[in-house]
């Protein structure tokens, strides 16, 4: 099966149909618990998500320099962390998926997750 068509998993294949629906969103009651915990403690959590190694320096940097964010980290795949993000559990995250229809690295796969979202991509 092409990697545009589907993800392989720990050895299992995923269509898009199938992502999408193990990619449930976000309730709004846990936003409004994190961002409620944010105005009473002034300290907001970022959610880091991903295993590049460049979001263990940025989690650190932001741990030293930073009095008002906390960065919480977590070490997942790249189609588990865009799950992570669009369910709203995740504020950044590390992807490397190549899509071999396209020939073109993560942002296929960030369109078709993060449908109706507001995203930066980075590369």
Do not use: C
């Not at 720990?10 to 936003?31: G, M, Q, V, W």
């Amino acid at each position: 099966m092409p990697l545009g068509v589907s993800q392989v998993k720990d050895n299992i294949s995923y269509t898009t149909e199938e992502i999408a629906k193990l990619a449930k969103p976000a309730h709004d009651t846990a936003k409004r618990e994190l961002y409620a915990d944010f105005q009473n403690s002034g300290v907001r959590q970022v959610v880091i998500t991903g295993q590049d190694l460049s979001l263990d320096i940025l989690a650190s940097y932001l741990e030293k320099h930073s009095s008002f964010l906390r960065p919480l980290r977590s070490h997942v795949g790249s189609l588990d962390s865009l799950i992570s993000m669009y369910q709203g559990k995740s504020d950044i995250v590390s992807t490397h998926l190549l899509d071999g229809d396209t020939g073109e690295y993560n942002v296929p796969y960030i369109r078709k997750l993060l449908v109706g979202s507001s995203y930066l991509v980075v590369t």
